[in-house]
């Protein structure tokens, strides 16, 4: 099972772009990694889903070297309601084992 | 489209009673079913999961227990609820595969005084 390191906080302010690095040396042949956001109180919400180079959708970008060994999130122009825990979870690889652990994610604190 | 509701939002329970948490899922079937907890200012904690009917697994050695007595049901339980239990729960499913992405409940909030 793949295990994620990421900032434990990251501060920014509005309007920036912030970019979340996740590291996941052990990352499997068919694992997939995947950002969450989760706000007090509420459950985690899926952000963006990649397996290799970049992966962008409304919300953000994902980046993903050749190695794989590694990825960053990158959320353009930032605003207040984007402050959040922002997790990395890579999947456990082929099959269906259904074990899906999560790392201590990165608490953004976007300011005025 | 798929839903999955959870109850009840909030509970505060004294030491030693007992705990049922109830999560259902529609829309789908056959999903992975997921148990975490969340302590206050802290990471998410997988409890338990099940990829089908009477299947569970459980990954932290406790007093609480699961079961999932329908497809697209899943129950969290305990006999004798501990201080230590207190936090936020949340249910989840996927439909599993390589690039299975989680979708999650609402949330209890547990309190055990």
């Known amino acids: 099972l793949a295990k994620t390191t990421q900032p434990i906080s990251m501060d920014s302010y509005e309007g920036q772009e912030v970019n979340i690095t996740c590291s996941h040396n052990?990352?499997?042949?068919?694992?997939?990694i995947t950002w969450y956001q989760q706000f007090p109180s509420q459950g985690p919400r899926f952000i963006i889903q990649?397996?290799?180079t970049k992966v962008t959708n409304e919300v953000a970008s994902l980046f993903i070297p050749a190695d794989r060994k590694s990825s960053t999130l990158s959320l353009p122009r930032v605003s207040l309601s984007d402050t959040a825990v922002y997790y990395c979870?890579?999947?456990?690889?082929?099959?269906?084992?259904?074990?899906?652990?999560f790392g201590q994610g990165t608490t953004l604190q976007v300011k005025p | 489209s798929q839903t999955i509701h959870q109850w009840p939002a909030t509970l505060v329970q004294p030491v030693g009673s007992p705990l049922s948490l109830e999560c259902t899922v529609e829309?789908?079937?056959?999903?992975?079913l997921y148990w975490y907890r969340q302590a206050a200012g802290r990471g998410l904690q997988l409890l338990f999961y099940?990829?089908?009917?009477?299947?569970i697994s459980s990954e932290v050695p406790q007093n609480l227990s699961a079961s999932r007595p329908q497809d697209r049901q899943f129950i969290l339980s305990s006999k004798k609820l501990l201080l230590s239990d207190s936090g936020f729960y949340l249910c989840?499913?996927?439909?599993?595969?390589?690039?299975?992405?989680?979708?999650f409940g609402s949330g209890t909030q547990l309190s055990v005084l």
């Open positions: 099940s990829v089908g009917i009477g299947q």
């Open positions: 979870l890579v999947g456990v690889g082929s099959g269906n084992t259904g074990k899906l652990i």
């Open positions: 829309g789908t079937s056959n999903p992975n």
């Open positions: 989840a499913w996927s439909v599993g595969g390589t690039n299975e992405k989680l979708f």
């Open positions: 990649g397996y290799k």
């Open positions: 052990n990352i499997a042949t068919n694992d997939y």
